[in-house]
């Protein structure tokens, strides 16, 4: 194997040219069998070589060789540190590169060389590899910067329909959020005109009276019923507790305060049932506002969880209670989450709040929902509720607010004022049956 050079590498680590070289003997696959002597006179080099003739050499620099060849002439020249090659020959002059391959001569190809696994090429099959290696090697960091751009382009495409998922999941949650917002908007537009409507002023209700106002009208006005209606209700159900033992909520308000608090609650609707602040959702923002000022946290939940437990208690909730109690955990602070028809309260949390969305609807709030007519069978804009103008068409809890705030309304063409009325939608207001 060392005769041919087998396993021995060269200063880049490559697999020596397999031939044989002797002092006087040299095989190899380009040359053949040649014998070669060689010796050195008067400073000149003198080589015998069966196969090239006689050749005189004397080298008069660094890197450079003049000889004389079978009666020719010959200049050879190799400078250059690195990769890069000047060469100089007696057909002049030329650059080269080295690569893992071997030798590409930059401009006279022809002149390149390729070593693989010990076999030497020259010429213009060594041009050729040499051509294709390099234009591989061009192509790839260019592949490489493809992939690396398509990576990004796929991670950022990723993230951004992830973004775009997350965006849409939520976006049902985002307009009920914006629709709640509004609505808690409007609600505190009124709060202080609301708050002006009782006597004392509602600052000065005890923490018992403020629970027995948020549970009248939870349990009465959102079922439909008179304050006065409710408050027999809950005595009635709070004597069966006693008498039969049966799984009512605990009430711990008297019938006194209960009976008081219906008495005023039926008074400022009645006098004031044309205006917009005596509506259910604020005279409940209203009261669950002042209990938050009135009472610790704690006292709070259980106030929220006592008055929800005796609306399921009666029956199930009904879309009117449901809102009344987002409206009362919103303005209360509490937080809480909804599954099915259950409401958790894991703690109150400031001004950081979760809206229940209604789940339940019980055929009674349909009751609520009725309009009460007037005797020729129309609605009257200026003195209906805020329930009855909500059974009008295309009217929600924003127009139902917008229509209060309007009164006194001489003319119907008013309502146009209002956004997202048109002359279509006024028309089937109009055809519903309503007079001034």
């Not at 329909?161 to 997350?166: G, P, Q, S």
């Not at 002006?196 to 009208?217: I, S």
Request: aromatic residues 6%; hydrophobic residues 40%; positive net charge.
């Amino acid at each position: 194997m060392v005769f041919f050079n087998l396993g021995k590498k060269d200063k880049y680590g490559k697999q020596k040219r397999i031939e044989h070289r002797s002092k006087n003997l040299r095989i190899s696959r380009t040359g053949g069998v040649a014998l070669r002597q060689q010796a050195k006179v008067a400073g000149l080099t003198i080589t015998a070589n069966s196969n090239h003739g006689m050749r005189l050499s004397k080298q008069v620099g660094k890197g450079t060789q003049v000889a004389l060849q079978n009666g020719r002439f010959v200049l050879r020249g190799r400078y250059g540190r690195g990769p890069m090659h000047l060469n100089l020959s007696k057909s002049g002059v030329s650059v080269s590169a080295r690569n893992p391959l071997g030798t590409f001569n930059l401009t006279k190809p022809n002149r390149s060389s390729v070593k693989i696994a010990g076999v030497q090429l020259r010429g213009k099959k060594a041009a050729n590899i040499q051509t294709i290696f390099i234009l591989g090697m061009l192509l790839l960091p260019i592949l490489q910067g493809l992939a690396q751009l398509l990576g990004f382009i796929l991670q950022a495409t990723g993230r951004a329909l992830t973004h775009l998922w997350n965006w849409m999941t939520n976006l049902p949650q985002q307009f009920s959020d914006a629709l709640i917002r509004r609505r808690n908007k409007k609600i505190k537009a009124h709060l202080s005109q609301s708050a002006q409507l009782f006597k004392p002023p509602v600052k000065q209700w005890t923490a018992a009276q403020l629970r027995a106002a948020l549970l009248l009208m939870l349990t009465g006005w959102g079922r439909g019923l008179t304050a006065q209606e409710a408050a027999a209700h809950l005595d009635l159900y709070k004597q069966q507790r006693v008498t039969t033992q049966n799984a009512a909520p605990e009430l711990n308000i008297s019938a006194t305060v209960l009976n008081e608090v219906a008495q005023q609650l039926e008074t400022v609707r009645c006098a004031h049932q044309e205006h917009v602040f005596t509506d259910p959702y604020t005279l409940t923002a209203l009261f669950a506002q002042q209990l938050l000022q009135s009472v610790t946290e704690q006292e709070r939940i259980d106030a929220f969880l006592n008055t929800d437990d005796w609306v399921v208690a009666i029956d199930k909730r009904t879309v009117l209670q449901e809102a009344l109690l987002e409206v009362f955990a919103d303005f209360a602070q509490i937080s809480f989450e909804a599954k099915g028809q259950h409401i958790i309260v894991p703690q109150a949390t400031g001004a950081q709040t979760q809206h229940y969305t209604a789940t339940t609807e019980h055929p009674n709030s349909a009751m609520f929902a009725q309009p009460t007519p007037a005797d020729d069978g129309l609605i009257n804009l200026n003195t209906a509720s805020f329930e009855q103008l909500r059974t009008l068409p295309h009217i929600g809890f924003d127009r139902a607010l917008d229509i209060m705030a309007l009164r006194p309304i001489s003319h119907l063409s008013q309502l146009r004022s209002i956004k997202g009325i048109g002359p279509a939608r006024l028309a089937d207001i109009q055809r519903a049956g309503v007079t001034l």
